[in-house]
């Protein structure tokens, strides 16, 4: 799924499907479904909303990610810190990133518009700067001069490792993230809202639709108990 100018999010594997929740949570009894019924849909919300996320960490989604090191820097947050008490939504991750002293990167976030600061949120933008072609010379003028000094670095020999350390935070990374579902519908709640940065909450959309064709049932009754 394409998101932003140049990045994407794709599965490259899954683990389990709707009926995974619940016959996880079942077994207590020794009992186990093959079909998705009315009286799984009262069990998934049960569980969800008195917390019980056991049974939610056994769907695991495998993505291939391409995003601006900037958005990176702020999903890999919910990487960090990983710890083992029961109910944490930062458990059950995986993620690995391609590296900069092995690569070279080419490939570079150009926003459309370029928004102005709110007034009253100290981190967040609203609306849009009245000088939009001023904006985007200056911004182009600044990330082509970066650019442009870091390929000739490499051209006269500096070691990739020492290079990059010029580039822009727009630069695009790829990375593997192995995530539960809880894990991944923890993200998404955090960043499809309102106050987070506009380039990640496009993320978030993206996975929020991908979750929803992989893990219908469970997604949707998850959603309607946290992100509705």
């Known amino acids: 799924m394409k998101v932003l100018d140049k ?3 794709e599965v490259i594997d899954t683990l389990g499907n709707d009926l995974t929740v619940v016959n996880s949570a079942r077994v207590s009894f020794g009992k ?10 009262k069990l998934v919300r ?18 291939h990610i391409k995003a601006p090191e900037f958005v990176m820097r702020q999903w890999y947050k919910h990487v960090v810190g990983i710890e083992t008490t029961s109910n944490h939504p930062t458990k059950d991750h995986a993620w690995n990133e391609i590296s900069g002293r092995y690569v070279p990167y080419d490939e570079f976030y150009e926003p459309t518009e370029f928004r102005k600061q709110s007034d009253d949120n100290k981190q967040a933008s609203d609306g849009l700067v009245d000088n939009q072609k001023e904006m985007k010379q200056l911004w ?32 695009y990374t790829k990375v593997w993230w192995t995530a539960s579902f809880q894990s991944t ?19 978030a959309k993206a ?19 946290y992100l509705d």
């Open 7 to 9: 990045g994407f999010i």
């Open 32 to 41: 186990r479904k093959e079909k998705f019924d009315k009286s799984d849909e």
């Open 46 to 63: 049960y569980l969800a909303k008195y917390k019980h996320y056991s049974p939610f960490r056994h769907l695991q989604t495998q993505f």
């Open 140 to 171: 182009t003028i600044s990330q082509q001069n970066s650019i442009s000094a870091y390929k000739e670095m490499l051209k006269n020999g500096m070691a990739k490792e020492q290079a990059r350390s010029i580039l822009p935070l727009t630069v």
């Open 185 to 203: 519908m923890n993200f998404i709640e955090l960043r499809d809202e309102p106050t987070s940065q506009v380039e990640i909450q496009e993320y």
């Open 207 to 225: 996975l929020k639709e991908i979750m929803l064709e992989k893990f219908p049932e469970t997604t949707k009754l998850w959603s309607e108990i």
